[in-house]
Every structure is written in structure tokens, then in C-alpha cells.
């Protein structure tokens, strides 16, 4: 899940060393970061719930990891307003919204597989 942010943060480095237009830099960049956000399905919050499935089972790293997402995306919610009144910016409001419904689409996708595997636990 490291891929997708690595390879940008190395082609800003490498856009950056030779100069190329500023913003595929900073577009780089901005993915890379908005990536590793720990929201599930991002990367950030696939990482998160990779690691904890080694320590605590699959069942538990998806209950957490769906905290941890509500968490950042609670925190995203409150700085992006912040932002959105400073910039008043309609990129910082479709990221947004666009952060929200994968978060609802997945958290449904995630339930389910919780109940399914509770079901598999339960007649074993």
C-alpha cells in the first residue's frame, strides 16, 4: 500500500531535481499525502489496518480501523471548514465530500464482511 504514495512523492523529488513545472510537483505531493490519510479504503488506512490484522486478528484491526477513520475524517472535516472559509475553495469541498462517501461506501462494504465473518467464527 506504500506504492502509490512512494511513487509520487518520488516523481516530485525527481521533478523537483530537474526543474519541471512547479506543479507537477506540488500535485504529487498533495496525492501522496492525501494517500497516506488514514481513512479506509486510502492507503493510510490500509497500512493501519494491515498492521493491526498481524497483531489483532482481521475481526478487531477492521472495528479499529473504522474508528481511526471516523476519527481522521472527523478531524478533516474540521480543518477543511476552516479552510474552506480562509480559501473558499470548491477543491477543498469536493475532497471532502469525495473522503465522506468512500468512508460510507466501505464502512457498509466493511460491516458486512464483519457479520460474515462473525457468522464463519461462530459455526467453527
Do not use: Q, W
Not at 518520488?10 to 488514514?38: H, K, P, Q, S
Amino acid at each position: 500500500y506504500l506504492a502509490g504514495p512512494l511513487f509520487n512523492f518520488i516523481v516530485a523529488i525527481i521533478a523537483l531535481l530537474l526543474r519541471a513545472n512547479e506543479t507537477i510537483t506540488y500535485i504529487n505531493i498533495i496525492l501522496g499525502i492525501f494517500n497516506l490519510i488514514c481513512i479506509y479504503p486510502l492507503d493510510g488506512g490500509r497500512i493501519v489496518k494491515s498492521m493491526m490484522t498481524i497483531f489483532l486478528g482481521e475481526e478487531r484491526a477492521y472495528e479499529i480501523t473504522l474508528k481511526i477513520s471516523n476519527l481522521f475524517l472527523v478531524l478533516i472535516l474540521a480543518l477543511s471548514s476552516i479552510l474552506i472559509l480562509k480559501f473558499h475553495s470548491l477543491g477543498i469541498i469536493i475532497g471532502v465530500v469525495y473522503l465522506i462517501y468512500i468512508k460510507i461506501i466501505y464502512s457498509k462494504a466493511i460491516k458486512l464482511k464483519l457479520r460474515a465473518l462473525y457468522l464463519i467464527n461462530e459455526n467453527e
